[in-house]
């Protein structure tokens, strides 16, 4: 049974999408876009990354697919991002992220994920259909923003990978461009096929909302610095209905605040919410904006004050909307939150947009246009359409001041589509240092540092809670602010950063999304209603609203890791016939795996059968995964193994029972050669094939870190006895004849050897193979990891 029926539009565009098609969506806020391309998941299973610029939009989203049923059973989704890791290397069947995990994942390069699985989340992303919603605010980043989030869509696109752009603010031409250029479906609600809706209908005849500016002044002529806020002051605190406010900074929200309870009015007639607020803060002041101004709530004199936090995903509405001036694209979301709910009943409501001096807007220091780009905001006050707002208002709005002008929007989409290059050269030089940062910095007003106060700063009490799992609780800042406090808190600050997996406190020598920065209270300081406020908190006279430190709580589950190296008894050779088996299974049947597969090798091999292709690779690939532990046939790591879990039958040792243990001896390392040596015995020489049974055998090798080179390591495997046994029995499980087993040994020798670094591939995203080493790499990790825990850790198949 399905949750809701859909609409016209959402039935065609249901249609598009479970046709494989990828699109790029343009309707109106309020229509239903979420369901229209996720809806089809309660028919079969279909693995989803849903991507949102900013972390608030998540739980909306998440409770939105929440509530789609398949079989009477509610879809599981989860949230993944730098303040809640919900996901196991995103292997559940929809996880719902953000911008910045997508953009850094595509390259291997996770950001709230050990960057050891960077294969295995690149491998994750290929496999899933992905959509990026609002994605019209990377535009109001930067250009090069816009360049590499559509170098992502070209990649998938080359790939014949399914990823869906949804918005209600792109200008027509800005879209008819990117949808020829990327081969992708334009759906325009309105236009041709999707002319007629009933939803549509109903918001053009039931909704009205009427449109003004709220001009601010200077105090006096000789003043070029001070604003007059009264007008707004007076607005907000006109009793007897509800108001929502948008301040473009949460800093800018906070003056007002105190502006309006220093002329008295009633805290308790104010919710303050952004995304500056601890997260139980946050949630609590959530639930009492649903209370207050979510569907079906009564009527009240109450006030909220916001910013982008509230812009999309919470489903809320007010009789009146005030809002800084702000892009075009920015004022039609917020415009959204106005007389919302207009199915059945006729709604009015007044969208106010304040207009100050044109210096004002200009001052890219203290202006009221930031953090946007003053041209972009005064372009949208010069185009502000009549006196009442329509979904044909919208959009000639959105035509005429989207990304300055329309001609100027167009150009500067068009030059970022014709640089996307820069993207893939950009993921290469940060997937060779290992630097998600040099990415994410592209978009440092969007990402996200998460940030603790203490009074006190001590590195071995602040271990201590970590070591006793505990977390503070943190307030997101955005990358720039988190560098701007780094300057100002000097050497006091410190950072909990994960290092080899463990979470350690450092010095905050430098700051990068993914990292908790904690600073003194001589810099930040928790205001109980404002948030996370930034000035010196020891010099504010306490009371009960002021706290110098944050809260540390256990973090329970909210942090997901795989099954460590022991804790179940196996084997060698039983260990690694499961894994074999899950690898080999993963990519031939019907699932998301095998469909990537042959996706990726169709664009790679386009005059060959790519079905064929596809089960030389899995037979590759299971040949692999039979010698991705082969360095467990160590005599030293076997001896080390059997102190630890003396009472192992015997048997070469897979896993041990233990799991405070370290073996301490590097096992993946052999497994390089001795695959290559593997697949020469089995095909004869290699010759094109080479660079494809390399990828593979890396692979293999880093099934427990993305970042191993074998010719890095030093240690050299020394055979066990019965080693040769066990490369036999491998060589039996995949059909080997009697001469290839009679030359097991020269496999063993093969690992006996340090590769040369001239023969260990980069595997760098620009490379043609990168797609097929991310998808084999992580069907070999999740087999291995299930078949260590001795359960299903992801749903893959249809």
């Not at 220093?262 to 946050?282: A, Y």
Request: aromatic share 6%; charged share 25%.
């Amino acid at each position: 049974m399905n949750s809701k029926q859909p609409t016209l539009f959402q039935s065609k565009v249901r249609t598009l999408v479970q046709q494989g098609s990828s699109l790029l969506l343009v309707a109106p806020t309020g229509l239903g876009k979420t369901f229209a391309v996720s809806g089809d998941i309660e028919d079969r299973f279909c693995k989803m990354i849903y991507a949102v610029p900013l972390r608030s939009l998540c739980s909306g989203i998440k409770n939105e697919i929440s509530e789609l049923r398949r079989h009477d059973q509610k879809i599981h989704a989860v949230i993944h991002h730098g303040d809640m890791q919900e996901s196991l290397l995103f292997s559940e069947e929809v996880v719902v992220t953000t911008y910045d995990q997508v953009i850094c994942g595509v390259p291997g390069l996770p950001l709230s994920l050990p960057l050891k699985a960077g294969h295995a989340v690149a491998g994750a992303l290929l496999m899933s259909r992905l959509i990026l919603d609002e994605v019209h605010l990377a535009w109001g980043i930067s250009e090069k923003a816009l360049t590499i989030l559509l170098g992502i869509i070209q990649f998938r696109q080359n790939l014949g990978l399914q990823t869906i752009l949804l918005t209600a603010t792109l200008p027509i031409k800005v879209t008819r461009l990117i949808s020829n250029r990327l081969k992708m479906e334009l759906v325009i609600l309105g236009e041709g096929d999707f002319s007629d809706d009933e939803g549509l209908k109903s918001r053009e005849e039931n909704r009205e909302v009427k449109l003004s500016l709220l001009e601010l002044k200077k105090t006096r002529e000789a003043d070029d610095k001070q604003l007059d806020y009264a007008p707004l002051d007076e607005r907000l605190r006109k009793s007897g209905s509800k108001r929502i406010y948008f301040a473009n900074t949460v800093g800018r929200l906070q003056e007002t605040y105190d502006r309006l309870v220093s002329s008295g009015l009633d805290p308790s007639k104010i919710i303050v919410l952004h995304n500056r607020m601890p997260r139980p803060w946050r949630v609590e002041a959530e639930q009492w904006v649903q209370r207050r101004f979510g569907k079906n709530s009564e009527d009240g004199d109450w006030l909220l004050l916001t910013n982008q936090v509230a812009e999309a995903g919470l489903d809320i509405s007010a009789p009146l909307v005030i809002s800084d001036p702000a892009p075009v694209d920015t004022l039609v979301q917020r415009a959204g939150r106005c007389a919302r709910w207009f199915r059945g009943d006729k709604i009015e409501g007044e969208f106010v947009v304040i207009k100050p001096p044109k210096a004002e807007i200009k001052d890219e220091k203290k202006g009221l246009a930031l953090p946007y780009r003053p041209h972009l905001v005064q372009a949208s006050l010069d185009s502000f359409p009549g006196d009442k707002l329509t979904w044909e208002s919208e959009r000639k709005w959105v035509n005429e001041a989207w990304g300055g002008d329309e001609e100027k929007a167009f150009a500067a989409v068009e030059r970022a589509l014709n640089e996307t290059t820069f993207a893939l050269n950009l993921f290469d030089r940060a997937a060779q240092e290992h630097q998600p940062g040099s990415i994410a910095k592209v978009f440092r007003e969007i990402l996200s540092v998460e940030v603790a106060v203490e009074e006190k700063i001590s590195d071995r009490a602040l271990q201590r809670l970590v070591d006793s799992e505990q977390l503070p609780e943190t307030s997101s800042v955005s990358l720039g602010r988190a560098w701007q406090l780094l300057r100002d808190a000097g050497r006091l600050a410190r950072v909990l950063r994960y290092d080899e997996g463990d979470l350690e406190v450092k010095p905050a020598n430098f700051v990068q999304p993914g990292d908790t920065l904690i600073v003194p209270a001589t810099v930040a300081y928790l205001h109980g209603n404002k948030g996370l406020c930034f000035g010196d908190g020891s010099k504010i006279t306490k009371s009960g609203s002021i706290s110098l430190s944050s809260t540390w709580r256990p973090h329970g589950t909210t942090k997901q890791s795989l099954p460590r190296e022991g804790g179940r008894r196996q084997s060698l050779l039983e260990h690694v016939k499961g894994v074999m088996d899950g690898t080999y299974e993963r990519l031939t049947r019907d699932g998301v795996y095998r469909n990537a597969l042959v996706k990726i090798i169709a664009s790679l091999e386009p005059h060959k059968n790519p079905n064929q292709l596809a089960n030389i690779i899995a037979q590759l690939a299971a040949l692999a995964a039979g010698f991705h532990d082969l360095g467990k046939a160590d005599k030293k790591w076997q001896a080390r193994a059997r102190e630890i879990d003396p009472e192992h039958p015997e048997a070469l040792i897979g896993r041990t029972l233990r799991t405070e243990g370290r073996i301490g001896i590097p096992h993946t390392p052999p497994s390089y050669l001795a695959i290559i040596q593997a697949c020469k015995l089995l095909l004869g020489p290699l010759n094109s094939s080479e660079h494809l049974v390399r990828s593979i055998a890396l692979a293999a090798a880093r099934h427990h870190s993305s970042l191993l080179n074998p010719a890095l390591i030093s240690y050299r495997f020394e055979p066990h006895p019965e080693a040769m046994e066990f490369v036999k029995a491998i060589l039996e499980h995949v059909g080997a004849s009697d001469s290839v087993k009679n030359q097991a040994h020269e496999i063993l020798k093969a690992a006996e050897e340090v590769p040369q670094k001239e023969i260990v591939p980069l595997l760098l995203p620009n490379d043609d193979l990168f797609p097929v080493y991310a998808l084999v790499g992580r069907a070999i990790l999740m087999a291995d990891r299930e078949n260590a825990a001795n359960k299903k850790l992801e749903s893959w198949e249809f």
